[in-house]
Every structure is written in structure tokens, then in C-alpha cells.
């Protein structure tokens, strides 16, 4: 597999995830959402706002229009669940552009972000295993979260086995997002 060809992979299986996740969280109440747990955020709602403008704030540079702290403002930019999973959608199909586009040396290219007063520099590709990295962390707290409600937390541990009885199961998690073994796997 070509650096490329897994970064593409990482991509769509962490919009798989969040799809997954989310349609999770759909099933919560307002009040559910926002409730105070155990987490490095307080609230399922404010666990899952923080992926989303993490991923704001590092797409942007990897985009090369970086919006710095700004991501971040508001801390909560969506409490309705609806919402949100919106814009992760939108900010998910974003990274799988990103990561079809890549090629050897825009892997190796360097990234600026803004971190208020000073830029930090990083590589593309090491920007991008942050990132997702970034987002398996949060999810796991999220997932732990779940597991106080009445709400299964799904399965999240996979990663697009190529056995077809597996591909069965995820097809129509695949059909909703418009993905295929194809697109992921060429």
C-alpha cells in the first residue's frame, strides 16, 4: 500500500466512524447530550463540538487557509446533535479530498498553523496521523460516554476488513455515506 493509498484509507475510515458514532448519539436527548460526565470534556455534546473544530482548525492548514484560534470560537458551536453531524460530515469529506489529492511530496511538504502569537510547522503526512489520532481519542471518550445511557455504543474497531461477509455488514453504512470498497481501496 502507497503512503497515499493509506492516508485515503485513514480518511474514509474515520468518516465511517464518525457516521457511525453519531448516528449513535442521534438517538440521545437534548438533555442526554449535555449531560456532566466523566471525560476530558464534560459533555458528550461538548466531546464531539471539540472534534469538529480540531478538525477545523488543522484542515485549514492542511487546505494552506488556516483559521488559527478562530476554529475554536465558539468553544460549542452546535448543541443540536443534527447540526453537528452536519458539519462533521461536511468537514469529513473535506479530509477524504485532501488526502485523494496527496501525492509523495505534498506528503513531505510543511504545514504552517497558526497558534495564536507563534506558527508551529509540521510535515503534511505528520499533521494528518495528528489528526487522526486526534479524532480515535475523542471518539473512545465519546463511546465510554455512551455507555451510561441506554444508547449501545457502536462498534468502532474496525477497519474495512476486506473479507466479504464483513464488507456485507458495513454496506449499508457505506450506501448512506455514498462510499465504496472502491473509492477506498481503488
Given at each position: 500500500?502507497?503512503?497515499?493509498?493509506?492516508?485515503?484509507?485513514q480518511a474514509y475510515n474515520n468518516a465511517w466512524a464518525n457516521h457511525r458514532l453519531l448516528r449513535a448519539c442521534r438517538q440521545l436527548s437534548a438533555t442526554e447530550l449535555v449531560t456532566r460526565r466523566t471525560g476530558f470534556f464534560p459533555?458528550?455534546?461538548?466531546?464531539l463540538n471539540h472534534n469538529l473544530t480540531v478538525d477545523w482548525f488543522y484542515l485549514s492548514a492542511l487546505e494552506g487557509e488556516p483559521t488559527g484560534i478562530k476554529a475554536f470560537?465558539?468553544?460549542?458551536?452546535?448543541?443540536?446533535?443534527?447540526?453537528?453531524?452536519?458539519?462533521?460530515?461536511?468537514?469529513?469529506?473535506?479530509?477524504?479530498d485532501h488526502c485523494r489529492q496527496l501525492d509523495p511530496d505534498m506528503?513531505?511538504?510543511?504545514?504552517?498553523?497558526?497558534?495564536?502569537?507563534?506558527?508551529?510547522?509540521?510535515?503534511?503526512?505528520r499533521l494528518l496521523l495528528h489528526l487522526f489520532q486526534h479524532q480515535i481519542h475523542h471518539r473512545g471518550q465519546v463511546h465510554a460516554m455512551l455507555s451510561g445511557t441506554g444508547v449501545a455504543p457502536p462498534q468502532l474497531d474496525e477497519f474495512f476488513p476486506a473479507d466479504p461477509g464483513e464488507q456485507a455488514l458495513?454496506?449499508?453504512?457505506?450506501?448512506?455515506?455514498g462510499f465504496s470498497e472502491t473509492q477506498i481501496w481503488g
Open positions: 500500500m502507497t503512503p497515499q493509498r493509506y492516508f485515503l484509507a459533555s458528550i455534546i461538548h466531546t470560537e465558539p468553544e460549542i458551536p452546535f448543541l443540536l446533535i443534527i447540526d453537528l453531524e452536519r458539519e462533521q460530515r461536511a468537514v469529513d469529506r473535506r479530509l477524504i506528503l513531505a511538504l510543511e504545514v504552517t498553523i497558526p497558534r495564536g502569537e507563534k506558527n508551529q510547522f509540521e510535515r503534511n503526512d458495513r454496506r449499508p453504512d457505506f450506501i448512506e455515506l
